[in-house]
């Protein structure tokens, strides 16, 4: 590769990386959590509050009362119990980044009862891998438009990377020696797991 | 800084390149499975299922812990999976053993000495996308040897991410600022807004 060229690559493989470490470093170590579940403490706590909704459809008055409630998440169908006939409270389930809040919305007392499920700091910063949107929160929006940015981006840097090094890949056999080993050893994991 | 410094620019540029070529290689693994994963028209993903049953050596041995008695069982059905889920109710057991592409579902009523097996192979695609949710130590070798795959990409890529910025950090200051800033801000911003919901 000619020597502007090569530091053409080098300039925006430095200054995309720049841009995009602190995604890369919040998923690698969110990374690192999925895999340790064991290492996000997990803790459950009941609140009530009044909250006045009209009544409609199911969904709508489920996100409804997320939003009155100012919580952020997913609000998953098959987690939505329509109230029964004898006046039973509306039940859902709001998925929010590392916690969960299932929630009973009594429309007659304009009540709702929350049970919320907290993977704390560490639970949020585990759902922040690869989160594309949390319906009820701008930054969760804004987070996932970083997070198709960033996993678009992650392997331009491979590739720059590799473009700029290769003159020193063919002088350094071994490294590339040593890079398709390691490709071929977990080539060998992926078969011995997936094949009968 | 001095040459003998971790942060001198050739050991910056070594760390920097290991990084990569951990991250590279297992990228290409994830990229692969993420996108089975991310596509299940791709491929053909029926199940295929098989029936058996099975005579239990010592029924009262499996009802009491049906988790000690499953190798057995999984070798005469002559599949590798890890247990996932036992569950129990008045009428019986079921048991529920996996590998990516791969269910085993047992049923054994109580009080009977065979066990009904249902093996269901799904093929190699619907088995690559499922490796991609397979990060957990637990279940055999192989399983504990893809984790630690996936803890050390991970880990490398922490390592990769570093050592860029202060490798950019050495090449110029002010832009490496100008570009760090925002995005470490609106990150920490996401984490502290989110964390306090």
Do not use: C, N
Not at chain 2, 24 to 33: I, M, P, R
């Amino acid at each position: 590769m000619k020597r502007v060229w090569r530091e053409r690559w080098v300039r925006w493989h430095l200054w995309v990386g720049v841009v995009l470490a602190p995604y890369l470093v919040v998923y690698g170590l969110s990374g690192l959590l999925l895999s340790h579940p064991d290492w996000v403490p997990t803790s459950e706590r009941s609140w009530e509050r009044s909250l006045e909704i009209a009544p409609g459809a199911a969904p709508e008055t489920a996100a409804a009362v997320r939003d009155a409630l100012g919580l952020a998440g997913r609000l998953p169908r098959w987690k939505i119990e329509a109230p029964s006939s004898e006046g039973g409270p509306l039940r859902f389930r709001i998925v929010g980044a590392g916690r969960f809040y299932d929630v009973d919305w009594f429309a007659a007392e304009r009540r709702a009862r929350v049970l919320e499920g907290s993977g704390g700091w560490l639970g949020m910063l585990r759902a922040l891998h690869g989160l594309r949107d949390l319906p009820g929160s701008r930054l969760g929006a804004a987070w996932g438009v970083y997070t198709w940015v960033s996993l678009a981006g992650l392997p331009f840097l491979i590739v720059s990377g590799a473009l700029v090094d290769v003159a020193r890949w063919r002088r350094r056999r071994q490294v590339a020696i040593l890079g398709g080993a390691l490709l071929a050893g977990w080539l060998v994991v992926v078969l011995w797991l997936a094949l009968p | 800084m001095s040459t003998r410094s971790p942060l001198r620019l050739g050991s910056l540029v070594a760390w920097h390149r290991a990084a990569a070529l951990g991250l590279g290689a297992s990228l290409l693994l994830y990229a692969l499975t993420g996108w089975l994963f991310a596509l299940p028209e791709l491929g053909d993903r029926r199940w295929q299922d098989t029936e058996h049953t099975l005579s239990l050596r010592d029924p009262e041995a499996f009802h009491r812990d049906p988790g000690a008695a499953m190798p057995e069982l999984l070798e005469a059905l002559g599949v590798r999976a890890r247990v996932d889920r036992i569950e129990r109710s008045s009428a019986g057991l079921d048991v529920l053993a996996r590998r990516p592409g791969l269910r085993v579902e047992l049923r054994a009523d109580t009080g009977e000495s065979i066990v009904v097996a249902r093996v269901r192979r799904g093929g190699p695609f619907r088995a690559g996308s499922a490796l991609h949710g397979t990060i957990h130590y637990r279940g055999g070798l192989a399983f504990v040897l893809w984790a630690a795959v996936a803890d050390l990409s991970a880990a490398a890529l922490v390592l990769f991410a570093v050592t860029g910025v202060l490798l950019a950090w050495r090449r110029s200051r002010g832009l490496t600022l100008a570009l760090l800033l925002p995005t470490t801000a609106f990150t920490v911003a996401v984490v502290l807004a989110l964390g306090s919901l």
